[in-house]
C-alpha cells in the first residue's frame, strides 16, 4: 500500500528552540498534505492543510507563525513548531492525499512525531 | 461542535465475539466515510471506507453499515481477535478525500 514516512518519529527539545518534521510520500504523488495533531485520549486535530506549492491553510486556532508548514514539492511538506513551549508537546501526524488508482484509501498517514519540549 | 460523534470511549469484547462500533455524525453533506485504526504511538491505518450510495461495505472480518436517514454507521469485527486491541476512528468528508473530519475515537480491548 502508499506509504508516507515522518521523521523523526520521537524529538525532545528545549523551550525556545525550533523543531522540523519531515512528512514524505515515497510511492505516490501527494496534491495536499494535512497536519494533524493528538492529545492525550484525544481525537486527531485538523492543523492545516498544505497543497503543493501554494500557501498552507490553517485551522481557526492555530497560529501560522508558530507552525510553519512547508509544501515545496508533490513529495515532500515540512511543518516546523518555531520557539517551542512545553504545551506545544503533543503527537503531530502528518497525511498524504493522492489518487493512485490502487490504493483503497485516499488518506495515508504517516507513523506520527513525538514532541516533548522541557 | 462535533460534528462526527463516538460516543462510546471504550469498549471490551471476549475473543471470537463480534465487536461493535458505532459513529454518529450531523453534517448531513458528509458523504464518504472511512475507519481507522490506531496503535499508541502509530499513525492511523486505514480500515474500511463507504460512500454514500451504499449501506454496506465487506471487508474480511471487517464490515461497515450506513444508515444515511439516521446519520449513522457503524463498524463491524467478527470474529474479534486480540490484535484488533487498538483505537478505532471514524472519518467523514463532504467531498471525496478532501477535508476529513474524525470522531474521538473509541478503545477496543478484545479480552483472550
Known amino acids: 500500500g502508499a506509504v508516507v514516512s515522518q521523521h523523526p518519529s520521537r524529538v525532545i527539545c528545549k523551550s525556545g528552540t525550533s523543531v522540523k518534521i519531515e512528512c514524505r510520500s515515497l510511492?505516490?504523488?501527494?496534491?495536499?498534505m494535512f497536519w494533524y495533531r493528538q492529545f492525550p485520549k484525544q481525537s486527531l486535530m485538523l492543523m492545516a492543510t498544505?497543497?503543493?506549492?501554494?500557501?498552507?491553510?490553517?485551522e481557526q486556532g492555530v497560529e501560522k507563525d508558530k507552525f510553519l508548514i512547508n509544501h515545496a514539492s508533490l513529495t515532500l511538506s515540512t511543518l516546523t513548531v518555531t520557539s517551542a513551549h512545553p504545551e506545544d508537546s503533543s503527537f503531530y501526524i502528518c497525511?498524504?492525499?493522492?489518487?493512485?488508482?490502487?490504493?483503497?484509501?485516499?488518506?495515508?498517514f504517516g507513523n506520527g512525531t513525538r514532541l516533548t519540549v522541557t | 461542535d462535533q460534528q462526527v460523534k463516538q460516543n462510546s470511549p471504550s469498549l471490551s469484547v471476549q475473543e471470537g465475539r463480534i465487536s461493535i462500533l458505532n459513529c454518529d455524525y450531523t453534517?448531513?453533506?458528509?458523504?464518504?466515510f472511512l475507519w481507522y485504526k490506531k496503535y499508541p504511538a502509530e499513525g492511523p491505518t486505514f480500515l474500511i471506507s463507504?460512500?454514500?450510495?451504499?449501506d454496506k461495505n465487506e471487508d474480511g472480518r471487517f464490515t461497515v453499515f450506513l444508515n444515511k436517514s439516521a446519520k449513522h454507521l457503524s463498524l463491524h469485527i467478527v470474529p474479534s481477535q486480540p490484535g484488533d486491541s487498538a483505537v478505532y476512528f471514524c472519518?467523514?468528508?463532504?467531498?471525496?478525500?478532501?477535508?476529513?473530519?474524525f470522531g474521538p475515537g473509541t478503545r477496543l480491548s478484545v479480552l483472550p
Open positions: 497525511s498524504a492525499y493522492g489518487l493512485p488508482s490502487s490504493y483503497n484509501s485516499p488518506l495515508h
Open positions: 510511492d505516490f504523488q501527494a496534491t495536499t
Open positions: 498544505s497543497n503543493e506549492g501554494s500557501k498552507a491553510t490553517y
Open positions: 453534517n448531513s453533506m458528509f458523504d464518504y
Open positions: 463507504i460512500s454514500s450510495i451504499k
Open positions: 472519518a467523514a468528508s463532504g467531498n471525496y478525500g478532501q477535508n476529513f473530519v
